[in-house]
């Protein structure tokens, strides 16, 4: 087996949507995954690595893209070896009710779907064998992003620690975009809105947020008193 650098996968635990036949929660894992590799840094990390150098990589992808997409709708799957098998999935339209809001469709008679009802869903995609061992089989550690027995995506801070986080930083950079809060923070979208807006409003806001360059950053705020 090849050697590799066993870097963390973090998760993080979420609950399932249907209570087990007890009736009780049972729970999930789900990889923390932070953005994606696009193909410009897919590109950019193989010939930085000599991985294939000598090919315009990018277009290599761009028409092999393309091509597959070509080939599902000519009521193909597409099978690359060592890869896996791709596929179309297609589907009911959803409903549209008089406010624009889209609801399940529910058919009771196979007569009143007709190729006009139906919508492209999404691609399928099927890993080889190879493929898969090479996933499964690769030494991997796993890390929690938040304390053991806790639920959620976002690590949990108390809120003297998410100050003195801040504090610790803004002592450096003076200000801080949402963009770099979540970067250092690891939280979501979300947490991260919410955890600014509880942090620079109310009578003793720790830091102040400012309108600059069509986004708001955030500074410390030099009024702000330490809680007790």
């Known amino acids: 087996?090849?050697?590799?650098?066993?870097?963390?996968?973090?998760?993080?635990?979420?609950?399932?949507?249907?209570?087990?036949?007890?009736?009780?929660?049972?729970y999930q894992v789900r990889q923390n995954t932070r953005g994606a590799v696009n193909t410009?840094?897919?590109?950019?990390?193989?010939?930085?690595?000599?991985?294939?150098?000598?090919y315009p990589i990018d277009a290599i992808i761009k028409t092999l893209t393309e091509e597959i997409v070509e080939k599902l709708f000519f009521n193909g799957?597409?099978?690359?070896?060592?890869?896996?098998?791709?596929?179309l999935t297609i589907g009911l339209k959803p409903v549209i009710d008089e406010n624009g809001v889209a609801h399940k469709r529910h058919v009771t008679d196979p007569h009143d779907i007709t190729g006009n009802d139906l919508e492209v869903t999404g691609i399928s995609f099927k890993p080889d064998k190879e493929f898969l061992e090479l996933a499964t089989k690769r030494p991997a550690n796993f890390r929690h992003i938040a304390p053991r027995g806790v639920v959620g995506r976002s690590p949990v801070f108390t809120r003297q620690e998410m100050i003195n986080l801040?504090?610790?930083?803004?002592d450096k950079e003076k200000t801080i975009s949402r963009r770099i809060f979540i970067m250092i923070t690891h939280l979501t979208i979300y947490q991260a809105k919410k955890w600014l807006k509880e942090l620079s409003t109310g009578?003793?806001?720790?830091?102040?947020?400012?309108?600059?360059?069509?986004?708001?950053?955030?500074?410390?705020?030099?009024?702000?008193?330490?809680?007790?």
Not at 4 to 21: K, R, S, T
Not at 42 to 51: A, D, F, G, N, S
Not at 77 to 87: E, K, N, T
Not at 205 to 227: D, G, K, M, T
């Open 1 to 26: 087996m090849e050697a590799y650098d066993i870097l963390p996968i973090d998760f993080y635990i979420l609950p399932n949507p249907q209570p087990d036949e007890q009736g009780r929660t049972t």
């Open 77 to 87: 799957c597409v099978h690359l070896d060592g890869l896996g098998l791709f596929s």
């Open 203 to 228: 009578d003793n806001p720790p830091l102040l947020e400012i309108w600059a360059a069509n986004a708001y950053i955030y500074q410390r705020n030099p009024n702000y008193v330490p809680e007790t």
């Open 166 to 170: 801040l504090f610790n930083y803004l």
């Open 40 to 54: 410009r840094g897919l590109v950019e990390h193989m010939k930085r690595w000599h991985i294939m150098p000598q």
